[in-house]
T-cell receptor
Framework: TQLLEQSPQFLSIQEGENLTVYCNSS?????LQWYRQEPGEGPVLLVT?????EVKKLKRLTFQFGDARKDSSLHITAAQPGDTGLYLC?????????FGAGTRLTVKP | DTGVSQDPRHKITKRGQNVTFRCDPI?????LYWYRQTLGQGPEFLTY????????KSRLLSDRFSAERPKGSFSTLEIQRTEQGDSAMYLC??????????FGSGTRLTVV
């Protein structure tokens, strides 16, 4: 059983569309991180959110941390084929980090 | 510093053999983590070092698994008497705090 539930598990969209993926948990985290992973490579950190209600923007990506620090969302505007990949959220408690199973995004040209 | 390095990138071994993987973290990072990732899943936590001290071990880490970080720099992960269920990507990450981890490219283990 994953500590963090990510939805949807798979998402296939056309270039130019917007999308939101979700990361939910019953646990409270000191921070939450989003990573993107390409096949055969390790995850690459996109953002860390720390404060409940925090919103961070990274170009076309908008990350939000829930007020209770239990959940998060990632919104991508005008998706591009280069956004294709596995998006992982990870919750940090004390000294360790636990990952969700990820959302596999495919953006078709 | 070029980031976190893992060696080898790929390992194919016969069931019952022992394997050892190496991780070289970013030099100024005092924390080092090992994760295992199987197809379609997110990385699963295995163990964590702060400097040379192994501070936490997952229940996933059976007695066939052992990890060391002897001088607080590089780390090794050994799997003894490998089983087919050990086939996975083994990821190493390092950090200087908890606000962002840098992962290596992983070692893909295939047990045949």
């Amino acid at each position: 059983t994953q500590l963090l539930e990510q939805s949807p598990q798979f998402l296939s969209i056309q270039e130019g569309e917007n999308l939101t993926v979700y990361c939910n948990s019953s646990s409270v985290f000191s921070s939450l991180q989003w990573y993107r992973q390409e096949p055969g490579e390790g995850p690459v950190l996109l953002v860390t959110v720390v404060t409940g209600g925090e919103v961070k923007k990274l170009k076309r990506l908008t990350f939000q941390f829930g007020d209770a620090r239990k959940d998060s969302s990632l919104h991508i505007t005008a998706a591009q084929p280069g956004d294709t990949g596995l998006y992982l959220c990870a919750g940090v408690t004390n000294n360790d980090m636990r990952f969700g199973a990820g959302t596999r995004l495919t953006v078709k040209p | 510093d070029t980031g976190v390095s893992q060696d080898p990138r790929h390992k194919i071994t016969k069931r019952g053999q022992n394997v050892t993987f190496r991780c070289d973290p970013i030099s100024e990072h005092n924390r080092l983590y090992w994760y295992r990732q199987t197809l379609g899943q997110g990385p699963e936590f295995l163990t964590y070092f702060q400097n040379e001290a192994q501070l936490e071990k997952s229940r996933l880490l059976s007695d066939r698994f052992s990890a060391e970080r002897p001088k607080g720099s590089f780390s090794t992960l050994e799997i003894q008497r490998t089983e087919q269920g050990d086939s996975a990507m083994y990821l190493c990450a390092s950090s200087s705090g908890t606000l962002g981890y840098t992962f290596g490219s992983g070692t893909r283990l295939t047990v045949v």
